[in-house]
């Protein structure tokens, strides 16, 4: 797939001495917890490019610590002008009207329109879809599973027909497991044909797992950047990874990274609302150069940004793997 090129994208060179696979942006984190009045935090959010700029769906937990989605809009995609209110959602059945929580997002162009998931609150986590065409009117179609059920990501085009989600079932809490699996839809309201994609490993990621941006179709495969998650004698330590899953059959991992790729390491990811995050919700690429933006909660709390580029990426994901 030929991917149109990002001339803007946020970029910034490699740090001398730096030998990361990513490395952090050098004024993270770029979006903090009380950009708007309304915020207590701002984090684990979704960005496009959009009409040469950027737009996107920032989660923002309010100083009542509901967990709410706001619009943002951006000319450099570091900058942000970010809604104070939330996202007014045009919902047709009044079964869904009620408000329960929204958070973590992600953000698709998928033939003709934007697609954006989250985490719905309906009688417990669930994913809810919508859509818009031009980030002014924002429509819900409908819950893409019971509960419970977190990190619904899209891929960015059909395969096979199909539309794939990849999605983590979990528990109506803060869940201590958790596997990626993909599911097929032929209209993003009916789905069916659920397969295994990849399960917790020792170390990093040992005890859940969850997928993170819109994966990135390669001629190696799709990149899947994700999250793993440890249990140490301090609570959670999320990190992210990566890994390549067959460009047909993309429940099939090709092969997987064995080190993270990001850890939390900094005061902004290891300081904040919920200690020693690192959580990862978006990337941009810009396919000339190669280069790749991700964007990543720290904490919890602020959003932060990171760099790297796609085919030293996927070098690592290939030497590393031990799958």
Not at 37 to 49: E, G
Not at 140 to 161: M, T, Y
Request: glycine residues 8%; negative net charge; proline residues 7%.
């Amino acid at each position: 797939m030929t991917h149109a090129p990002l001339l803007n994208i946020p970029w910034e060179e490699r740090p001398a001495g730096c030998s990361d696979v990513i490395w952090r942006y050098n004024a993270n984190p770029i979006i903090p917890r009380d950009l708007i009045p309304t915020s207590n935090s701002i984090f684990n959010s979704a960005v496009v490019p959009f009409e040469g700029q950027f737009a996107g769906v920032f989660r923002c937990d309010n100083k009542k610590r509901e967990l709410t989605l706001h619009r943002g809009m951006s000319e450099n995609g570091i900058n942000w002008n970010i809604d104070h209110e939330p996202i007014l959602w045009q919902i047709n059945d009044p079964e869904h009207d009620p408000f329960e929580h929204r958070y973590d997002p992600r953000l698709v162009w998928l033939e003709d329109r934007f697609y954006i998931t989250w985490c719905n609150g309906y009688h417990g986590p669930t994913i809810g879809v919508g859509y818009t065409f031009d980030f002014k009117d924002f429509f819900f179609i409908e819950n893409a599973f019971l509960p419970f059920n977190r990190n619904g990501v899209l891929f960015l085009r059909k395969i096979n027909g199909q539309f794939m989600m990849l999605n983590r079932p979990s528990d109506n809490g803060h869940t201590p497991f958790g596997d990626i699996f993909l599911s097929q839809s032929p209209d993003l309201v009916h789905r069916r044909k659920h397969r295994f994609v990849m399960g917790v490993r020792r170390g990093w990621e040992s005890t859940k797992i969850g997928a993170g941006p819109i994966p990135i179709e390669t001629d190696e495969g799709w990149l899947l950047i994700y999250h793993g998650v440890l249990t140490s004698c301090n609570g959670f330590v999320y990190s992210f990874g990566a890994a390549l899953l067959d460009l047909e059959s993309p429940w099939k991992v090709l092969a997987r990274g064995g080190p993270y790729l990001l850890s939390p390491q900094t005061y902004y990811e290891c300081v904040g609302d919920v200690p020693n995050v690192a959580f990862p919700c978006a990337a941009l690429y810009d396919q000339p150069t190669g280069r790749i933006a991700i964007y990543y909660g720290g904490v919890d709390t602020v959003t932060a940004l990171a760099f790297g580029k796609i085919d030293e990426i996927i070098d690592f994901i290939k030497t590393t793997s031990e799958s």
